[in-house]
C-alpha cells in the first residue's frame, strides 16, 4: 500500500514542477506571484517550472511597472533630501553669521556708548536706547548661538 502512494506521489511531481505560474500587481502596488491567479483585476500568466523559474526573455529584460515606480519615487526622494540637506546647511551658516554678528554688537554696546549709522554718522545712545539693544543683542546670542 505504501509502495503505491509513494509511486503516485512520484508520478504526480512532474505535473506540479510544470504548473503555470500568475503574476500580477496588487492594490498596494506590490508584484506578486502565485500558483493561482487573482479573483480580480489582470495578471500575467508565467509558463515554465515553479522551481527555478526564469521568465521569457522579455520580462527579463523590463523592470515591472511598480518596481520602475518605487526606484523614480526613491531617487526623488534622495534628490529632495539633498536640497533639504543644501538648505539646512545654508540656515546653519547665516545662523552661525547672525551669531558672530549680535555677539560683536554685545561687546561694542558695553564697552561704548556711540553707535554708526547706516549712512555712517556716529551718535551717542541714551541709556534706555543702550539698554534695549544690548538687550536685543543677547536675545538674538541665545537664539542664534545655541
Known sequence: MNKLALLCLCLCLP????ASMYKWVDKDGVV??????PEHG??????GQRNGYRGNEDADQKKPDA???FLKENDKQ??????IKSQEDKAQQRR???CETSKKQLEGLTAYRRIRE?????????DKERETNIQHAKDNIREFCN
Not at 489582470?42 to 509558463?47: A, D
Not at 547706516?118 to 541714551?126: A, C, F, I, T
Request: glycine share 6%; hydrophobic share 40%; net charge negative.
Open 15 to 18: 505535473l506540479a514542477a510544470n
Open 32 to 37: 506578486v506571484f502565485s500558483q493561482t491567479p
Open 42 to 47: 489582470s495578471y500575467e500568466t508565467l509558463e
Open 67 to 69: 518596481a520602475q515606480e
Open 78 to 83: 534622495h534628490k529632495g533630501d539633498a536640497a
Open 96 to 98: 552661525a553669521e547672525m
Open 118 to 126: 547706516k549712512d555712517g554718522s556716529v551718535r551717542v545712545l541714551d
